[in-house]
């Protein structure tokens, strides 16, 4: 399979002045027929006109300006289709092609497939190839009119509709787009509708179109989205540019949505709620899932990416504006912390291991592995340090020149830090490193107290370690946010951002009255990993007085990962924690979300990778034993606490998926999971009977399953929701999760088998897998029935859907870390897959990357 280089982008050689797509849609032969005008770019030297276009299209027809061009000029290869130079008029040309693709047969989910009866696309980032003959790339943009001949209802593409009758409707997108924010929809489908106007008066029809039956699940989508259109007018001063928005929910889909110009398609679980169905969690993500779609429309649709090497300009932005809006909606502090989680889970994991890749990598085989943490997650930080270096003005700025210049663009990473170098007059030649080196920095820092002089001097040292192909990285500029808090627990003077450029440099503070405490990295200023001499009592010390949440919740988190590390490594430790958290609980003026996240511990995961970073194997049996431990010490010592707080915490009345009650509930969870280590199951077993809503009775079945006894309460559920997919999905997903890591493997074994384990579906394949691969003792069982059953079903998932085996197959990342019997295990389990015939050029580059 051949690499791709970002070196060797070229322009394409033609512009493309518009597209006309006609479709007769039948689930096995459909008709496509496509009417493009191209114009050579430079006429004196005529180029031969490329196509991209996959297998399953089967060429009817092809003219050129109406005429059959002879045989030999036209040239069908696997993956192209080529017109010869001679063939091509010199100045303006249409071209049209009929082709016959088969929609019923698409099991991959790229291109037109069928989901439930209901015909839909998904085009991102190479789907379109699977439709029709066409320049596949993000550069190549033209207004689209498309027509649709069906005898479904509701029959549905990008723009505005200009015409509709039974059987037939035709959709004009006035907006330059490239081929993959292409959208086709066609079922029978219902809406619930709404309208909003826009700053400049723009009357816009909303519509959230789901199967009948689903209506009373939408409505929240639908205040979401709402909600995203009035922010990012607010905020951002971007208006809507069409007369319709219309989102559709389908059931099966690769990923968690897409941003097709005016015609969103979202996986049915990122549309769905209602709170007997869905949990706050779910709530959270549909609300965040609806901005980031919306969002894309300035950052994406209307300024795309000249090439996917340049993705992360519109995924690590629009990550970046859908976390502000869910900071501005709910609790900043809260989201923050649960961004940085979710960095180090995914991000950091990835940047340690064989898979680490630049924000923007320079290749790739195939693009859809680099839909990944790094580009979206680290991304959206990188953005964030640029905001610190240029201040909130600056950024104001730069976002409006960059709206201003590159409208109508498909632009990159050059582009972007451009518009910031112009509106600030900052040099960011260093700071581009950010998007060209991998790997997570390591920041040192090191305190020295002048008492005679009232003087502290901080020295950082930056070093990043070697990442695959990027063997040394120079230093880069990194902003750490420092605070000083004196001795009686107060703030002295205001955070300062330490910019660090150097591979080790001094910062001095100056004019102390005493030693202070340092709070470093607040916000979480940077992606780095921070190394300092910090004991347990500092760190608690932290823990209560930090007037900065992120660094006031990671002095907690940093008091469990070292007793947890310490217990895995067979060390005595832990006493610091369960005071410390004992207090922290019981502050009745801290926020619920807050204390919730605290009272979270690290899991087996993070454990593991703290040790590995470390230098130490992680022992995945040990990592459990000690996780379980510290546990049940802190659930012994404030069982009276826990209780009461498990109790305080019921929120009366109706549910509601706002922030202050979802923040109440995840408060009573963290407790009620303590208190499960001690009270046998008691409490989950009420809750989870009397519970009126999914966050608790989730939370209260996987208490139970943890206790052995979850199976009358598992029953339960499959007999109420047996015809709902998505709560089947959870359903699925929490058996593997919280089983026994002993048992996991054999638990998931046993789902496989059953008839409604629809494999093809992605939900419920990933909730099957990624079940397992989130038990990480269970995963990562000593004697390899993790490794296989999730590598079987790998392999047979990529005969199927490719794309979704890719993914899953990072449950392997990390497989190098442990011990020599595993590692011997896992890397048979990632052979087997290397070695199989016809492997995917997608499964095919994760586990070469993997083993190599
Ligand atoms: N821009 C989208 C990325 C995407 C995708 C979505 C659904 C199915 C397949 C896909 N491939 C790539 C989603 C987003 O970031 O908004
Ligand atoms: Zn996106």
Redesign the pocket.
């Known amino acids: 399979h051949a690499t791709q280089y970002l070196s060797d982008y070229r322009p394409y050689p033609f512009t493309l002045n518009s597209t006309a797509l006609s479709f007769q849609l039948a689930p096995d032969n459909t008709q496509v027929t496509a009417r493009l005008s191209f114009q050579p770019r430079d006429p004196a030297n005529p180029r031969d006109l490329v196509l991209d276009g996959g297998k399953g299209l089967t060429l009817l027809s092809l003219t050129i300006d109406g005429a059959e061009p002879a045989a030999e000029m036209v040239l069908r290869q696997s993956e192209t289709l080529t017109i010869r130079a001679e063939a091509l008029p010199r100045t303006t040309f249409v071209l049209e092609t009929e082709v016959q693709i088969d929609p019923s047969a698409n099991t991959a989910f790229e291109g037109l497939y069928i989901s439930g009866g209901m015909f839909c696309t998904?085009c991102?980032?190479e789907g379109f190839r699977h439709i029709t003959f066409y320049p596949d790339r993000p550069d190549v943009m033209a207004p689209f009119d498309v027509t649709i001949q069906s005898d479904k209802p509701v029959l549905l593409s990008n723009g505005n509709p200009v015409e509709s009758r039974p059987g037939m409707a035709r959709w004009q997108d006035p907006w330059p787009k490239p081929a993959y924010l292409f959208a086709l929809v066609a079922g029978d489908l219902v809406a619930i509708s709404d309208r909003f106007t826009t700053m400049s008066g723009r009357d816009v029809a909303l519509n959230v179109w789901v199967r009948p039956g689903d209506e009373d699940r939408a409505g929240f989508a639908m205040e979401s989205l709402i909600k995203s259109m009035q922010w990012d007018e607010k905020v951002y001063g971007r208006e809507y540019d069409l007369e319709v928005f219309n989102i559709v929910a389908v059931d099966d889909?690769?990923?968690?949505?897409?941003?097709n110009k005016g015609l969103n398609i979202f996986n049915s679980k990122l549309v769905l709620a209602s709170p007997e169905t869905a949990t706050d969690g779910d709530y959270e993500r549909i609300e965040g899932v609806i901005a980031?779609?919306y969002f894309?429309n300035w950052t994406?649709n209307r300024i795309t990416c000249r090439d996917w090497f340049q993705l992360c300009l519109k995924?690590g932005l629009?990550v970046y504006r859908d976390q502000q809006f869910t900071a501005d909606m709910r609790s900043a502090p809260v989201k923050r912390i649960a961004d940085v989680q979710t960095l180090r889970a995914r991000q950091f994991r990835e940047d340690q291991g064989p898979l680490a890749h630049a924000v923007r990598p320079d290749h790739y085989q195939e693009i859809?592995n680099f839909?990944t943490a790094t580009v979206?997650e680290k991304g959206a930080e990188v953005i964030g340090m640029l905001r610190q270096l240029v201040g909130d003005d600056g950024y104001r700025k730069a976002l409006d020149l960059y709206f201003d210049r590159h409208d109508g663009d498909a632009a990159t990473i050059e582009d972007w830090l451009k518009v910031f170098e112009d509106a600030t007059g900052r040099d960011l030649s260093q700071f581009k490193r950010w998007y060209t080196d991998a790997g997570t920095p390591h920041v040192d820092m090191q305190e020295s107290w002048d008492a005679a002089n009232g003087r502290l001097t901080l020295t950082l040292r930056q070093h990043t370690p070697a990442t695959p192909g990027q063997p040394e990285k120079p230093a880069r500029v990194i902003p750490v946010a420092v605070g000083l808090i004196g001795p009686n627990g107060q703030e002295v003077g205001k955070t300062r951002i330490l910019e660090l450029d150097q591979p080790e440099q001094d910062f001095v503070f100056d004019g102390l009255g005493a030693q202070p405490v340092v709070s470093a990295l607040r916000v979480f200023s940077a992606p780095v990993m921070l190394n300092r001499q910090i004991d347990d009592d500092m760190r608690a010390f932290l823990l209560a007085h930090d007037t900065d949440p992120f660094a006031r919740w990671e002095a907690g988190r940093e008091l469990a990962l070292s007793a947890l590390t310490d217990l895995a490594m067979g060390k005595d430790a832990g006493a610091g924690y369960v005071d410390a958290i004992g207090q922290l609980a019981g502050d009745q003026r801290a926020d619920p979300a807050f204390r919730a996240l605290c009272l979270n511990m690290p899991s087996e995961e993070e454990i593991a990778t703290r040790l590995a970073a470390a230098g130490t194997t992680p022992d995945p049996d040990r990592i459990h034993g000690a996780r379980e431990d510290l546990g049940r010490r802190v659930a012994n010592a404030h069982a009276h606490l826990l209780a009461q707080i498990y109790d305080d915490m019921a929120v009366p009345g109706a549910y509601s998926p706002d922030a202050e009650a979802a923040a109440k509930r995840a408060l009573r969870i963290a407790a009620l999971g303590l208190l499960n280590r001690i009270d046998g199951g008691d409490r989950a077993e009420v809750l989870f009977g009397t519970a009126g809503n999914m966050t608790e009775r989730m939370a209260a079945l996987s208490c139970l399953i943890r206790r052995g006894r979850g199976q009358a309460a598992l029953a339960a559920m499959a007999d109420q929701f047996a015809s709902n997919r998505l709560v089947m999905d959870k359903w699925f997903a929490v058996q593997p999760m919280a089983a026994a890591p002993e048992d996991a493997a054999d638990v998931a074994t046993e789902l496989a088998r059953r008839s409604d384990f629809d494999w093809k579906n992605p939900n419920r394949f990933r909730a099957l897998l990624g079940g397992l691969a989130a038990n990480h003792a269970g995963f990562h069982r000593a004697d390899g029935k993790g490794y296989d059953f999730t590598a079987e079903w790998l392999m047979k998932m990529d005969r199927a859907n490719p794309?979704i085996a890719a993914r899953m197959s990072t449950a392997f990342e990390t497989w190098s870390r442990y011990d020599p019997e595993r590692r011997a295990k896992a890397l048979n389990a990632l052979q087997r897959i290397a070695d199989m015939d016809g492997i995917s050029r997608n499964l095919g580059e994760m586990v070469s990357r993997m083993i190599a």
Do not use: C, K, L, R
């Open positions: 998904q991102e980032a889909f690769n990923m968690g949505a897409m941003e980031h779609e894309h994406g995924e629009t859809n839909y979206y794309q």
